[in-house]
């Protein structure tokens, strides 16, 4: 018995706008990449973030270009990776 399922769901078609419109998507989980796809397919903010290698695997075989990984394979790890990236371009 799985001890939880993920389920895609469609947010509504302002939070989608908005998705599309950041600067930035961050993936926690090879789920939550896939469920982007089901949901935007591969369109995508400019910066895509992976927490980790399996993750950032998992969205490449969905179809996403990873353009960064985070160093520290954490939720903090990945906001300092995220960090760390904006801060080269000011």
């Known amino acids: 018995v799985a001890p939880y399922r993920s389920v895609p769901a469609r947010p509504p078609a302002g939070l ?8 930035a998507v961050l993936f926690a989980s090879g789920s939550a990449a896939r469920a982007w796809v089901a949901v935007f397919g591969t369109t995508t903010p400019p910066l895509v973030v992976a927490i980790g290698p399996q993750t950032a695997a998992a969205a490449t075989a969905a179809g996403l270009k990873i353009d960064l990984v985070a160093a520290d394979h954490s939720v903090p790890g990945l906001v300092a990776a995220l960090e760390s990236h904006l801060s080269t371009l000011e």
Do not use: F, K
């Not at 989608?16 to 600067?23: P, S, V």
């Open 16 to 23: 989608q706008l908005a998705a599309l419109a950041a600067d």
